[in-house]
């Protein structure tokens, strides 16, 4: 079964959130491509819609939008997606994912296009962060024991 992570994006507030799709919600993400809308429904979103704007593989390589299909390939690029270049006019081949998501790809990138009733950060659940944790009990220190002799 495919299962997917996606991070989603509001632009308005800044705000991105992670989920999981798994399953049926999954599915619904196969053979989509970089750009197509998708209804917030699919997972557990209502009245949201999303924008799909990339996303990576299982190896880490990144989704293009300008290779068409479900397919990994090594193409020349000078900028753009899946390079950094420092210096203008420089080519370098590089291996990116094409546009259409498919069973391999690990990572889904979403913008919000719609929103729906309540704000996205009390739909998502809470996820905690590095300070909010709870103060974990301080454990009794053991006593030194004296040996008799």
């Not at 081949?93 to 309540?118: D, F, M, Q």
């Not at 809470?126 to 103060?135: F, L, N």
């Amino acid at each position: 079964m495919a299962e997917f992570k996606l991070s989603i994006g509001d632009p308005k507030s800044g705000k991105t959130i992670q989920i999981e799709a798994k399953d049926e919600s999954a599915i619904g993400f196969l053979n989509k491509k970089i750009g197509d809308k998708v209804k917030g429904e699919l997972v557990d979103k209502p009245g949201y819609e999303f924008e799909i704007t990339g996303g990576s593989d299982y190896c880490g390589f990144p989704m293009r939008k300008d290779l068409e299909g479900p397919i990994r390939k090594k193409i020349m690029i000078t900028q753009g997606v899946g390079i950094r270049n420092k210096d203008h006019g420089i080519r370098k081949r590089k291996t990116v994912c094409g546009n259409t998501v498919h069973e391999k790809i690990s990572l889904i990138s979403l913008k919000v296009v719609k929103i729906g009733k309540k704000p996205l950060v009390e739909v998502a659940p809470e996820t905690p962060v590095e300070g909010d944790a709870p103060a974990a009990e301080k454990k009794e220190e053991a006593k030194p024991t004296t040996k008799k002799e």
